[in-house]
């Protein structure tokens, strides 16, 4: 039988309802949560490993960094085979795609998470637990890069994202969809990732923003980063990768500040590019020196970002670098 890491982080899956405070608080030891997979000791050794009982939102990318170097360590132990991390659902997206960014090890390693507390009927904790197990336990993972399965479905982290605040159907790639199935404990990839992007770095530069646009926005935003020695900036721009005239003068002062300033859009699917040459536009945009985003969300290229800066300092090799799989 292989021996799959079970890595404890936290999420609604460790919680349930406090009576006295009535609302939902971490709570379930790592031992509780294990014992409520029905049979998985007929199927898997459980290594388990308590990292921390953290809600989603208290995870930050030097928690990511730190995990990865836990499990980058763990797996190094040739006998165990994968590793599945449970996770609060909010951030799980982010620390999946930072964990696929900087995780060097083939070994399958799958994020899993729960929407429904273990107070609530029909907590899923203990289904995911199941499915993200036989994932990690499948030949087929190997050298997958890091998957999240979350409602039996098998995704990959840069596409993936949390949908809807409350349905256990809340995680989906609008786009492009699942990597595959977990049906019963048969687990089924209907397609391949389209690519698995790596980033040799050990450190993260922190000061990196992140600016949603909307309409009117002018450039406070990016002053204020400008002021605080921000490294990086990533601009969820509108549409197809344009701004308003006002924020596109912003940019310009971010990059002559030798700023890395990336572009992606507040659009749910789909790529920016360098379409509109009007003022704002992604053209004009990219005259000034933007990084290009694809499709990428703004938590996600704001990680990929600060992983690249911990590394590199020149603006056009962080382009480069960047943009090499996106484009
Ligand atoms: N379902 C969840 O895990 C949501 C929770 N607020 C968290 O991210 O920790």
Do not use: W
């Amino acid at each position: 039988m292989k021996t799959i890491a079970l890595i404890f982080t936290g999420g609604t899956i460790s919680m349930k309802v406090d009576e006295n405070l009535r609302s939902v608080i971490p709570a379930l030891s790592d031992e509780e949560i294990i014992s409520k997979i029905s049979g998985i000791n007929k199927k898997a050794n459980i290594y388990p490993y308590h990292f921390s009982k953290a809600p989603g939102p208290h995870i930050t990318p030097d928690i990511m960094l730190e995990l990865g170097n836990k499990i980058e360590e763990i797996l190094l132990k040739d006998d165990v085979e994968g590793a599945v991390v449970t996770h609060g659902t909010d951030t799980l997206e982010e620390t999946a795609y930072f964990l696929d960014l900087y995780l060097k090890t083939k070994k399958p390693v799958i994020v899993t998470g729960a929407m429904k507390n273990s107070s609530e009927l029909g907590y899923d904790g203990p289904a995911n637990l199941a499915a993200a197990i036989c994932t990690a336990l499948d030949d087929t993972s190997y050298n997958k890069g890091v998957l999240v399965v979350m409602n039996d479905h098998i995704y990959s982290p840069d596409e993936v994202m949390k949908t809807h605040t409350l349905s256990l159907d809340t995680f989906k790639s609008l786009e492009l969809g699942p990597l595959g199935i977990v049906d019963q404990d048969h687990v089924i990839y209907y397609r391949a990732r389209r690519t698995v992007t790596k980033i040799e770095s050990h450190k993260i530069e922190k000061k990196v923003g992140l600016i949603k646009c909307y309409s009117g926005i002018e450039d406070d935003y990016i002053d204020y980063c400008i002021q605080q020695n921000y490294k990086g900036i990533v601009v969820e721009a509108m549409g197809r990768g344009n701004v308003p005239p006002k924020m596109a003068l912003a940019i310009q002062k971010a990059i002559n500040h030798n700023i890395s300033v990336v572009i992606v859009s507040i659009c749910p699917s789909g790529r920016v590019l360098d379409t509109y040459g009007y003022e704002g536009g992604g053209s004009y945009l990219r005259k000034m020196g933007v990084i290009l985003g694809g499709n990428l969300s703004g938590q996600k290229a704001r990680l990929k970002l600060m992983l690249l800066l911990g590394i590199e300092n020149d603006t056009e090799r962080i382009k480069d670098k960047f943009e090499q799989d996106l484009y």
